[in-house]
């Protein structure tokens, strides 16, 4: 049996290099750099670097910032970084021409999103959600996605950068 590299708490870890869409490439290829399995960043720095990997069109990375946020942050917040990492996988899956995955973590991004209360936060929110997260926004972004591959309409690289934050 083939040993698998692993972390020093003993998780399996994947060493291949990966395309913008997160696909595994062959070993020796070059790929994209992989975000550090251990990122740690404050909030406001967390939405910031996702939101510059989605307008660069790397939303597969994006989703490995906001997944750790989701790791890290505290339990109440739980729901809103899970949503915005499942928002980001959707839009990979969408890169990757996978509209069934779209449409099924789309909604559970809309869930998440629609589901989480800013006021069970600790750190402190506004109008426009936690962090200055544009919940309202991206729920409404993710309805018009959702609407087009329905419809079988081409969505164009634009149209999977959504702002995290109102302006």
Request: with cysteine; net charge positive.
């Amino acid at each position: 049996m083939l040993e698998r590299p692993r972390d020093e708490a003993g998780r399996a870890r994947n060493p291949r290099p990966r395309d913008r869409f997160g696909r595994p490439l062959p070993h020796g290829s070059v790929g994209i750099p992989r975000i550090p399995d251990d990122l740690n960043l404050p909030p406001q720095q967390t939405l910031t670097f996702a939101q510059q990997l989605l307008d660069d069109g790397l939303a597969f990375n994006a989703h490995e910032v906001l997944e750790a946020a989701w790791k890290h942050q505290p339990f109440a917040e739980r729901m809103l970084w899970q949503g915005l990492a499942q928002y980001a996988v959707a839009l990979t899956h969408i890169q990757r021409g996978n509209p069934k995955g779209a449409r099924t973590l789309l909604g559970r991004a809309v869930t998440r999103l629609e589901s989480y209360e800013p006021g069970d936060s600790p750190e402190p929110t506004d109008a426009a959600g936690s962090y200055g997260v544009d919940r309202r926004g991206l729920i409404a972004h993710a309805n018009a996605l959702l609407r087009a591959l329905e419809a079988g309409t081409p969505i164009t690289p634009d149209e999977l950068k959504p702002r995290l934050c109102g302006r």
